[in-house]
């Protein structure tokens, strides 16, 4: 099942998404409309995604990416949080992604809730 999407309008036109809700056939004249591309990816590995997001679509959130990196949108940003151990690994992939495709990658650090 998808995650909703939001589309919010604050002097252009900018989506903020789960990007695995957008591997579909609207994604392209959905992505007309805008200018910003922001996402959340933790990983680039199928196992790990489903283990991070507890669910399925890793393929669905690459294709989604490549769809966006192909279209007119200004940018295209990705937010990465960190995990020591899980996917810390990965952040060298990350950066590598920026060297063939005009996509900015933000490292957050993950910060647990417990209490």
């Given at each position: ?5 939001t589309?919010v309008?604050l002097?252009?036109?900018i989506?903020?998404s ?15 409309y805008?200018i ?6 933790d990983?680039?590995?199928p196992?790990?995604f489903?283990?991070?997001t507890?669910?399925r ?13 192909s ?6 940003k990705?937010n990465?949080?960190?995990i ?32």
């Amino acid at each position: 099942m998808a995650l909703p999407c939001t589309v919010v309008y604050l002097g252009s036109s900018i989506m903020v998404s789960h990007i695995s809700t957008l591997g579909n056939d609207s994604l392209q004249l959905n992505l007309n409309y805008l200018i910003n591309f922001f996402s959340s990816l933790d990983t680039l590995d199928p196992f790990k995604f489903e283990l991070m997001t507890r669910r399925r679509g890793h393929e669905a959130v690459l294709k989604t990416l490549q769809v966006a990196l192909s279209s007119s949108l200004v940018s295209v940003k990705i937010n990465v949080v960190v995990i020591k151990g899980l996917n810390d690994s990965e952040v060298l992939d990350f950066v590598d992604m920026t060297k063939d495709e005009p996509i900015s990658v933000r490292f957050i650090e993950f910060m647990p809730f417990t209490g």
